[in-house]
């Protein structure tokens, strides 16, 4: 008897007719047309990574592509003679047929949480990032939920290892990755790229005007009504300083290293106004005692008071826009300080802690 294949036409082995009474037509369900093809993953050079992915692919993203007569074959005893048998059962998936096998929930499925930490931990190479998009499509059709956290976490990775592009990546395909800058922390995350892109090049004049347009690219996604339209009051990073508070670094840093000092086009005017018009719309105290965060406050305000220092070279000081960035600079600074102590006093067994390390770093550069 030939093998069992489950085409997204019709079933046609006999002993399926009798489980089920009669042929499906799988290729007519919604849930067909909704899901697409099945995620595929460049072969990376970690075994621990190409195995992990392998196994989301097989025993968690192939499920969730079955209708249900399909999923029952995998996951009921009952039918798993079926998928033991000398003549394999087999589905078709657009152009791929997937031999299916016995399934067990606990057993065969890899927990959720730790398994995407492991997964972006185990990326290293560029070849290894161009999975990430195609493992989240995987992961939201699975209905494995994503937390914000988790996103912000392969952000920070991605920033790390140069790989924002990755990032732009999942973002423009946030239907099926999920990824969204609605999230603020994600957003100020992924605006942290683009200083990310000129540290890399120390500076140069080509990394700081990568940086320039990877940040305008952001900015430009925060307006797609996909991501903008789950925005809402504070907690959009249109209205979060931070968050633009990278576009004033970026400008600032192309104007003040590489323009002369000039505001060209009053880029770096705009985005000074239009920082300081939501200024006041986020917490930036250090509790006290806390070097846990006074590490993210550090990380978080350090590259906007760096961009508002270069702004003041740039701007006329005693302008209204001049004094009252002044002014804010002012209170930033004692925040900055408040960190930068707390920091030094309580060091990591070895090195820095991480906020200090980035406002070293940006101390370095010109201002």
């Known amino acids: 008897m030939a093998a069992l294949t489950l085409d997204i036409t019709h079933c046609c082995r006999p002993c399926v007719h009798r489980l089920y009474s009669q042929t499906r037509f799988f290729s007519s369900t919604p849930t067909r047309r909704k899901h697409g093809p099945l995620p595929t993953f460049t072969t990376t050079p970690s075994e621990e990574l190409n195995t992990l992915l392998t196994t989301f692919r097989t025993n968690i993203f192939l499920p969730s592509h079955l209708i249900s007569l399909q999923r029952d074959l995998l996951y009921k005893k ?134 320039v347009k990877f940040a305008e690219g952001i900015w430009e996604l925060c307006c797609d009504p996909r991501h903008a339209g789950k925005m809402v009051g504070l907690e959009d990073p249109k209205k979060r300083p931070e968050v633009v508070g990278v576009l004033v670094q970026m400008h600032a840093a192309k104007a003040h290293l590489f323009g002369g000092g000039k505001d060209e086009g009053g880029a770096v005017e705009k985005w000074v106004g239009v920082m300081l018009k939501v200024w006041g719309n986020t917490e930036m105290e250090v509790a006290e005692g806390d070097w846990y965060d006074a590490n993210d406050k550090m990380l978080i305000w350090a590259p906007v008071w760096h961009g508002m ?13 001049g004094k009252e960035l002044g002014t804010k600079l002012q209170d930033l600074e004692s925040v900055i300080q408040q960190a930068r102590t707390m920091l030094a006093e309580n060091p990591p067994q070895e090195g820095v802690r991480r906020g200090l390390k980035l406002y070293e770093k940006l101390t370095q550069v010109s201002v």
């Not at 976490?153 to 990546?169: E, I, L, T, Y």
């Not at 099926?176 to 942290?192: F, I, K, N, P, S």
């Not at 220092?309 to 826009?321: G, H, Y």
């Open 78 to 211: 009952k039918n798993h003679p079926l998928l033991t048998s000398d003549e394999p059962a087999t589905v078709r998936l657009g152009n791929e047929v997937h031999q299916l096998h016995p399934l067990n929930h606990k057993k065969d499925e890899p927990p959720t949480r730790p398994s995407i930490a492991k997964v972006v931990d185990l990326m290293t190479e560029t070849g290894d990032w161009k999975n990430l998009p195609g493992f989240l499509e995987g992961l939201k059709t699975a209905r494995r939920s994503v937390k914000g956290f988790q996103y912000e976490k392969m952000v920070r990775r991605a920033n790390d290892c140069g790989r924002m592009g990755v990032v732009v990546d999942c973002l423009r395909r946030v239907e099926g990755t999920g990824m969204g800058l609605w999230d603020v922390r994600v957003a100020r995350c992924v605006m942290w790229g683009a200083m990310a892109k000129a540290m890399q090049a120390d500076w140069s004049e080509e990394g700081v005007e990568k940086g």
């Open 309 to 321: 220092v270069m702004a003041q070279k740039v701007l006329e000081a005693q302008s209204p826009l």
